[in-house]
């Protein structure tokens, strides 16, 4: 039951990826932690949004800007070493609360997101996009407010931030696995996430044009504001 629970979720969230070009992932990690043990939260999510990710990308593949690549590429490379060295000094009872304090930053901090706004590299946007990965899960798209800038065509940007945010997320998904998670442990439930997370970047792709992205995103921050708040509770029961 759960499996189909999770499948469902990943489904709508990847859909909301596909349509509005963020805010799927750092859904589903905030709901992650209702059913999967501590240890599994990152590792698992970050499988499953490379599906969704690599999909997406696939999908609206003509309107990737490929020339961002490699800077983001070198960028994450460094980033994901140094913190996944940061990882081993912090104990995974305390990532409900980073995960929590993450969000509701990104969603209400005008302060953090006009620091974050700041990182106008592809270096450096992709050492804190992919670095901190791996501490929080997902950072959402940092890359999505130069992409903006830098083209006007959405599809551009939904589709080269696919790329993007696949290349952060195969990276955690490495770091995890040279730590000795065993992915064995959850394959079954992993091939249902993927399977819906494919599915759902199609309908979103498909939807992208058809939907108020303002209102569905304004709807979006307070879901997310609820489960970080009870992420970061959940440290103290």
Same mark, same amino acid.
């Given at each position: 039951?759960?499996?189909?629970?999770?499948?469902?979720?990943? &489904? $709508?969230?990847?859909? !909301?990826? @596909?349509?509005?070009?963020?805010?799927?992932? %750092?859904? +589903? =990690?905030? *709901?992650?932690?209702?059913?999967?043990?501590?240890?599994?939260?990152?590792?698992?999510?970050?499988?499953?949004?490379?599906?969704?990710?690599?999909?997406?990308?696939?999908?609206?593949?003509?309107?990737?800007?490929?020339?961002?690549?490699?800077? &983001? $590429?070198?960028?994450? !490379?460094? @980033?994901?070493?140094?913190?996944?060295?940061? %990882?081993? +000094? =912090?104990? *995974?009872?305390?990532?409900?609360?980073?995960?929590?304090?993450?969000?509701?930053?990104?969603?209400?901090?005008?302060?953090?997101?006009?620091?974050?706004?700041?990182?106008?590299?592809?270096?450096?946007?992709?050492?804190?996009?992919?670095?901190?990965?791996?501490?929080?899960?997902?950072? @959402?798209?940092?890359?999505?407010?130069?992409? %903006?800038?830098?083209?006007?065509?959405?599809?551009?940007?939904?589709?080269?931030?696919?790329?993007?945010?696949?290349?952060?997320?195969?990276?955690?998904?490495?770091?995890?696995?040279?730590?000795?998670?065993?992915?064995?442990?959850?394959?079954?439930?992993?091939?249902?996430?993927?399977?819906?997370?494919?599915?759902?970047?199609?309908?979103?792709?498909?939807?992208?044009?058809?939907?108020?992205?303002?209102?569905?995103?304004?709807?979006?921050?307070?879901?997310?504001?609820?489960?970080?708040?009870?992420?970061?509770?959940?440290?103290?029961?």
């Amino acid at each position: 039951m759960n499996d189909f629970i999770l499948g469902l979720i990943t &489904f $709508l969230t990847s859909v !909301l990826t @596909g349509a509005v070009g963020m805010g799927g992932g %750092l859904l +589903l =990690i905030a *709901i992650l932690p209702s059913f999967l043990p501590l240890n599994a939260l990152i590792p698992v999510h970050g499988l499953t949004q490379i599906s969704s990710n690599v999909s997406r990308a696939y999908f609206g593949h003509k309107d990737i800007q490929y020339s961002v690549v490699p800077k &983001f $590429l070198i960028g994450s !490379l460094i @980033g994901v070493g140094i913190f996944a060295f940061l %990882l081993n +000094l =912090i104990t *995974i009872n305390y990532i409900p609360l980073f995960i929590g304090t993450y969000i509701l930053l990104s969603l209400w901090s005008q302060t953090f997101n006009e620091k974050i706004k700041k990182y106008e590299s592809y270096y450096v946007i992709g050492f804190f996009q992919s670095g901190l990965s791996v501490v929080v899960g997902t950072t @959402g798209p940092l890359a999505i407010t130069k992409l %903006l800038k830098e083209f006007e065509d959405n599809d551009k940007v939904v589709a080269t931030s696919a790329v993007l945010m696949s290349i952060t997320h195969i990276l955690k998904a490495l770091v995890y696995l040279n730590f000795g998670f065993i992915f064995a442990d959850y394959l079954g439930m992993i091939f249902f996430m993927i399977a819906c997370s494919i599915l759902g970047s199609y309908v979103g792709t498909k939807l992208r044009n058809k939907i108020d992205g303002k209102k569905l995103f304004f709807a979006l921050r307070i879901v997310l504001s609820i489960m970080a708040l009870k992420s970061i509770l959940s440290i103290f029961q």
